[in-house]
């Protein structure tokens, strides 16, 4: 197995068609660094097109989409040799199957990884995992019993961490019980292309452009303007308000005060 890490300084998806046959708006180029969330309804496209960066698509899918590396096409040996290393991806259900103790799994990934110190750098995911974790777990929790969304910030700050892929694939992370803001801010500091599906505002506003599909396709790209980031901050504070008083109930505190 090869153990280096992977780099990547552009990646291109060109365009392809909707539904219809008709041609998509046009090429989009992602960076590392940068976060972009696909927004649309659902069946408009959106899971489509993140499968066809994970597969290395070369007009082989429906969309007729193609996927370049740094401007070039790979060929069907090197496309091979990438599946399963240039992408990482986060799906909506994250479960595990391994019966095993949390900080030996991660453990045991760092020592794949070749990590200097797999013992601290799991130590340094599990805290990481803790901190966007609704209900923080312990290093020896067994991965069956862990939450859905404990497992998403588990996967989200281990993919940000410790993985080499370049690109990461998240699927509806509003819906995993997660600090969104901890996360976006975890996942941007990794330097990985970061593509998000989401129907949630706060997130779509807080990704550095967004992607509006229709019809299986990729119909308007937006960047975020100004007067978006001053919404976006208005939205953030009503949902930390929001998130305090769900705690409140949580707890059985009165919240008619």
């Known amino acids: 197995m090869a153990t280096d890490a992977l780099t990547l300084a552009r990646l291109t998806v060109a365009r392809g068609r909707d539904k219809s046959g008709r041609p998509e708006a046009g090429d989009v180029d992602f960076a590392p660094g940068q976060v972009t969330a696909l927004l649309g309804p659902t069946g408009s496209g959106k899971s489509r097109f993140l499968a066809d960066i994970e597969s290395l698509a070369d007009d082989d899918t429906p969309s007729g989409r193609r996927i370049l590396l740094d401007g070039a096409l790979p060929d069907p040996d090197r496309r091979f040799e990438l599946q399963g290393r240039l992408v990482a991806q986060l799906t909506q259900n994250m ?19 070749q990590a200097a110190d ?98 299986g396709a990729v119909r308007t790209v937006r960047e ?10 208005q939205l953030t504070e009503q949902e930390a308000e929001f998130s305090r008083l769900r705690e409140r109930l949580r707890r059985g505190e009165d919240v008619d005060s």
């Open 95 to 113: 479960n595990f199957v391994l019966d095993l103790g949390v900080e030996r799994f991660i453990t045991m990934h760092a020592e794949s990884r």
């Open 118 to 215: 797999p013992a601290a750098v799991a130590r340094q995911i599990i805290a990481a995992a803790n901190a966007l974790a609704g209900e923080p777990f312990a290093p020896d929790a067994q991965l069956t019993q862990l939450s859905g969304g404990q497992s998403r910030a588990l996967m989200i700050a281990d993919a940000a961490l410790l993985s080499w892929s370049p690109v990461l694939l998240i699927d509806e992370i509003e819906n995993a019980g997660v600090d969104k803001a901890r996360a976006l801010d975890l996942l941007v500091k990794s330097d990985k292309i970061v593509v998000i599906a989401t129907h949630d505002p706060v997130l779509a506003l807080s990704a550095h452009r967004r992607l509006i599909f229709e019809h």
């Open 224 to 233: 975020r303007s100004a007067a978006e980031k001053r919404l976006l901050t």
